[in-house]
């Protein structure tokens, strides 16, 4: 089976993270209430840095999971596996979390299986458990320990949607895009890109942003916008920059390509 993709970090240095409110602040009193987190917003509007600055911030243990199609609740717990003619029980990254500390963070929480919501009930009341069925282990979260999910709205379905009883167990932030003069600020401090040309850039982005829904599914991100500008810093041309950073990623048709670098035209010339 498909182990989960994850990752554990504690950056000893504070990843770059802009405010665009109290989301910190909010942040931090559910970390000393042990209460769960749920981060809602589009896609690249910064949900993965912002726990990633939290945790560097509170000095925790990141373990980070990228949920998809083919996670299961036996990738977040462990499993019993073969070494050496041995079978070992094997940790899972949520299992580890539990036990060492630190925050465990499930990225676009809906695209795993139903199972996994199941598991993490016990973890967001006042139980703060983890069972583990096969091992007969009853884990108690540590003072030390949070839960964070994050997921994106605009791609809920009826077949990929958080549970009203899921949704209810945690506290809710909601993101969104950062304001202009704010997101050039960031974008100049990544890319290295002057901001005054970075200021079209955003600009581009904002329009765009605002086809979501008609000719596009998603809009830009600020990642996008980033690169774009990392790839203008670096030399390139900004109507190719623009192709590659900005319109290529959004859509595979090409009379919505043809319109979006009308627009990118219209915006930056």
Not at 121 to 126: E, G, M, W
Not at 206 to 225: I, N, P, Q, Y
Request: glycine share 8%.
């Amino acid at each position: 089976m498909k182990a989960a993709l994850h990752t554990v970090t504690s950056a000893p240095e504070l990843p770059a993270y802009v405010p665009s409110g109290r989301e910190c602040e909010l942040f931090e009193h559910a970390w000393r209430r042990r209460l769960p987190v749920l981060l809602k917003g589009p896609t690249g509007c910064g949900k993965t840095r912002f726990v990633a600055h939290m945790a560097a911030r509170l000095g925790l243990p990141l373990h980070t999971v990228a949920c998809h199609d083919d996670l299961t609740a036996a990738d977040l717990t462990g499993r019993y596996l073969l070494r050496g003619g041995d079978t070992v029980w094997t940790d899972g990254p949520l299992t580890r979390a539990v036990r060492e500390g630190g925050i465990c963070y499930l990225d676009e929480v809906v695209e795993a299986r139903k199972d996994v919501t199941v598991v993490l009930h016990p973890l967001t009341d006042d139980r703060r458990i983890l069972p583990l069925e096969r091992t007969g282990e009853e884990l108690a979260a540590p003072n030390s320990f949070m839960l964070v999910v994050s997921y994106n709205p605009g791609y809920q379905t009826l077949l990929k949607a958080l549970k009203p009883s899921t949704r209810q167990r945690f506290v809710a932030i909601e993101f969104d895009f950062l304001p202009p003069e704010h997101e050039i600020g960031v974008v100049s401090a990544e890319s290295g890109l002057s901001p005054e040309r970075v200021r079209p850039l955003v600009g581009l982005a904002g329009r765009l942003r605002a086809l979501k829904g008609h000719d596009l599914e998603e809009g830009v991100s600020t990642r996008l916008v980033v690169y774009c500008a990392t790839l203008i810093a670096a030399g390139m041309p900004i109507a190719d920059a623009v192709l590659a950073g900005m319109i290529e990623p959004l859509t595979d048709d090409a009379d919505v390509k043809a319109a979006l670098l009308d627009v990118a035209r219209a915006v930056i010339g």
